[in-house]
């Protein structure tokens, strides 16, 4: 059956939310149908708007969190005042309250969350509490470091369709080009671009959320990500070199030998990027270059265009 798409809107927590809905369609019946990935999908997508709206973290982003600290999901679920096992059903992926939302997004910072464990000092033992102070102060000076990190990687700095409401990770982007670059050989710069371009659209629309937490825009070699050229250029590891094209043109590659921590994807994020590895090494620029009809040159990409775009990532 073939695979369609429809726009339409669903009330979640008492709020009508617009979203893409994907479905299949028997040619003799018409009748429509949906499977489980669709479904999951489907409404990943209206959990993106809703975390958006709310500002409220990712799983990933909530179990990076409590990594950062060195601390326990039931430490944190005391220091904050949830439920015994609530942090760790929000990394599983339960959707917080829109006031939890805003506490695990607040203690992103490393200075608010000092706050909550002082708060939270009677409620642990002295050797718990000055093990907890030893994990969150050195956090201190390098949440500044983070901060100015994705200023300069990142053009829109905050969550919406423009950036297919990804977290913007600079360790995990680096990991991707890391994943991509791995598989061999020197890849140039604009099959990078192409390569990030196709990962991020095509889990968004497998998820409801993009990969990289950046955004793009149509250039005359392609799909790009806003300030490619500052990216490619910023990660320790990572080179550029001049190269000859076959047409006598010239081009930057790029090339690394460190090592991609795999553990920074997810299942589906790794099939997503092996698909499109694959389809876009077999793909001539030519073929591929739908991306045109997306937008107009040098504006940003929407990711709604992830419905329509065919061919590569199909």
């Known amino acids: 059956m ?63 969190t409590r990594k950062r600290y060195g601390l326990s999901a039931s430490s944190m679920s005391s220091i904050l005042g949830f439920g015994v096992n609530q942090y760790r059903l929000y990394e599983n992926g339960d ?22 464990v002082n708060n939270a000092k009677n409620q642990f033992l002295e050797k718990e509490f000055k093990k907890m102070l030893g994990s969150v102060l050195p956090n201190t000076l390098e949440g500044f470091h ?19 409401y990804a977290s913007q990770n600079p360790d995990k982007l680096k990991n991707i080009l890391l994943y991509f670059l791995s ?3 020197d890849i140039l710069v604009q099959e990078m671009n192409r390569l990030l371009f196709y990962s991020d659209f095509l889990c968004f629309k497998r998820t409801g959320c993009a990969l990289t937490g950046l955004t793009y825009e149509v250039t005359g070699s392609g799909p790009a990500p806003v300030r490619w050229d500052r990216i490619y250029g910023f ?32 299942d589906i ?44 990532i199909e």
């Open 146 to 164: 983070m901060e100015w990190v994705t200023e300069k990687l990142y053009a829109e700095r905050k969550r919406s369709l423009l950036n297919g």
């Open 95 to 116: 959707m917080p309250s829109e006031t939890n939302g805003k506490i695990l997004s607040s203690i992103q910072d490393p200075d608010t969350f000092l706050h909550f």
């Open 269 to 312: 994020e790794i099939c997503t990027m092996e698909k499109v590895f694959e389809k876009v090494k077999e793909c001539t620029a030519a073929k591929s270059g739908e991306w045109e009809s997306v937008a107009e040159s040098g504006r940003p990409i929407d990711f709604s265009a992830a419905f329509n775009l065919q061919g590569i």
């Open 235 to 266: 990660f320790d590891g990572i080179h550029q070199e001049m190269t000859l094209l076959p047409n006598g043109g010239v081009s930057m590659a790029i090339s690394s030998k460190d090592a991609c921590d795999t553990t920074a994807f997810s």
């Open 183 to 185: 598989k061999g050989s």
């Open 2 to 64: 073939p695979l369609r798409h429809e726009t339409r809107t669903i009330s979640f927590r008492k709020e009508d939310f617009t979203y893409i809905h994907q479905y299949y369609e028997c040619p003799d019946t018409h009748e429509k149908f949906t499977s489980t990935e669709l479904d999951q999908a489907n409404i990943g997508q209206v959990y993106s708007q809703y975390r958006a709206k709310y500002g409220i973290p990712t799983p990933n982003e909530i179990k990076a």
